[in-house]
Nanobody, 114 residues
Framework: QVQLVESGGGLVQPGGSLRLSCAAS????????MGWYRQAPGKQRELVAI???????NYADSVKGRFTISRDNAKNTVYLQMNSLKPEDTAVYYC????????WGQGTQVTVSS
């Protein structure tokens, strides 16, 4: 079983930046896709960004040009650098890892507010 530990959320003013991290541990054989999703109050969980084992990335249109996903395969860790944050980015952000099975992190709150 794969365990995911997220960190880096918090409160930031509009226009600010945050960096999320998600470290995977446990029964890891080969991690394929790693990604970030988010869920705002009253809304469905949505894809933010994903990165494949080969480094191919895909972003939601709403975050293109502002967010960057990256991964460190040696550390089994995925990152999400979030710049130019907007109030509509406020949500709980969840890490997702596909490694034989699908694992989800516990979620980390990101609040963008003045």
């Amino acid at each position: 079983q794969v365990q995911l530990v997220e960190s880096g959320g918090g409160l930031v003013q509009p226009g600010g930046s945050l960096r999320l991290s998600c470290a995977a541990s446990g029964s890891i054989f080969r991690i394929n896709t790693m990604g970030w999703y988010r869920q705002a109050p009253g809304k469905q969980r949505e894809l933010v960004a994903i990165i494949t084992g080969g480094g191919t990335t895909n972003y939601a249109d709403s975050v293109k040009g502002r967010f960057t996903i990256s991964r460190d395969n040696a550390k089994n860790t995925v990152y999400l650098q979030m710049n130019s944050l907007k109030p509509e980015d406020t949500a709980v952000y969840y890490c997702n890892v596909v490694s034989g099975s699908v694992a989800w992190g516990q979620g980390t709150q990101v609040t963008v507010s003045s």
